[in-house]
C-alpha cells in the first residue's frame, strides 16, 4: 500500500522470538515519528531500556535498511495529515515509555485518530483475564471437591490462543475493523472450545461452553480495566530530535 504524509505504519519484530509490531507515524519526507533508543534502535517490549524516546529518524531506521515490510494501519486523509504531523511533532522528546500503557502503539494511534489505546496490549491482557478467569472457576470448583489443585482443560486454552491470533494478524485478511475482529475471535474461541471438548460428549461439551462464557467475563473486566487506565497526551515536551 502506498504511504502518504501522515500515515500511520507499523513493521513487524521479533524480541526473544515473540514476534511484536513497532508503529510510527510518516512525516512524508522519508522520516518517521516513534519510540527509540539513543542509538536510533526501535523501542523493545521487553528490553527494560530507560533511553526511549519519541525521536524523528530516518525510514530506514525503521526498515532496518529495508529489511522489514511497512503495513499501513491507517492512512492519512488529506484534511488530517498536517494534525496528525503536528501531533507526533509535539511529543518529540518525550520519555515515558511504558510497555502497557504508552507504548509506539499508543502514541501512533492516539497522533492518527486522538484514541490513546494499542490493540496489541488490549488483545494480550483480555486473553490473560480470560485464562485467570477460567482457572479460579476450575480452583473453586475442585476446592469443592475437596482438592487443594485444579487445572484447565486444553481445549480451554486453545480457544484463546484462537482469539489472540484472529485479534493479532486479522488486520491482514481483510478484518480491518477491530469489532470485526473480536466478533470473530470470539466466535473462533467458543467453535474450538467446544468443538474440542465434544468428543467427550454433550455434558463436557456444555461445560466447555460455560467455561467459555467466564473467560469472556474475565475479558470483559480486563478490558474495562484497561480503558479506565487510557490517558491521551496532552502535554507540550521539550524538542529532542
Known amino acids: 500500500m502506498p504511504m502518504s504524509k501522515g500515515d500511520h505504519l507499523f513493521v513487524w519484530r521479533f524480541d526473544c522470538v515473540v514476534p511484536y509490531q513497532h508503529h510510527a507515524i510518516d512525516m512524508g519526507d522519508g522520516t518517521v515519528v516513534h519510540y527509540c533508543g539513543d542509538d536510533h534502535s526501535t523501542a523493545r517490549p521487553w528490553g527494560g531500556r530507560l533511553d526511549h524516546r519519541i525521536r524523528r529518524t530516518p525510514m530506514d531506521r525503521l526498515t532496518v535498511g529495508g529489511k ?3 503495513h499501513v494501519v491507517e492512512s492519512a486523509s488529506d484534511s488530517q495529515r498536517d494534525l496528525i504531523v503536528g501531533r507526533a511533532m ?3 522528546g518525550e520519555a515515558e515509555y511504558c ?3 504508552r507504548n509506539c502503539e499508543h502514541f501512533a494511534r492516539w497522533a492518527s485518530t486522538g484514541r490513546w489505546e494499542s490493540r496489541q496490549v488490549d488483545a494480550i491482557v483480555e486473553r490473560g483475564g480470560s ?3 477460567k482457572t ?3 480452583m473453586a470448583k475442585h476446592l469443592v471437591r475437596g482438592r487443594l489443585t485444579g487445572r484447565l482443560h486444553p481445549a480451554t486454552l486453545l480457544g484463546d490462543a484462537a482469539q489472540w491470533a484472529t485479534e493479532a494478524v486479522g488486520g491482514h485478511l481483510g478484518l480491518r475493523d477491530q469489532r470485526l475482529r473480536r ?3 470470539r466466535g ?3 467453535a474450538t472450545t467446544v468443538g474440542v471438548s465434544v468428543a467427550a460428549g454433550p455434558a463436557a461439551a456444555l461445560a466447555a461452553g460455560g467455561m ?3 473467560g469472556e467475563v474475565g475479558a470483559m473486566g480486563c478490558r474495562r480495566l484497561m480503558a479506565d487506565r487510557r490517558r491521551p497526551v496532552v502535554k507540550t515536551v521539550a524538542v529532542k530530535p
Open 99 to 101: 510497555l502497557v500503557f
Open 212 to 214: 467459555w462464557a467466564v
Open 90 to 92: 509535539q511529543q518529540l
Open 136 to 138: 479460579a472457576v476450575s
Open 131 to 133: 485464562v485467570a478467569a
Open 188 to 190: 473462533l474461541n467458543l
Open 183 to 185: 466478533g470473530v475471535g
Open 68 to 70: 522489514s515490510k511497512i
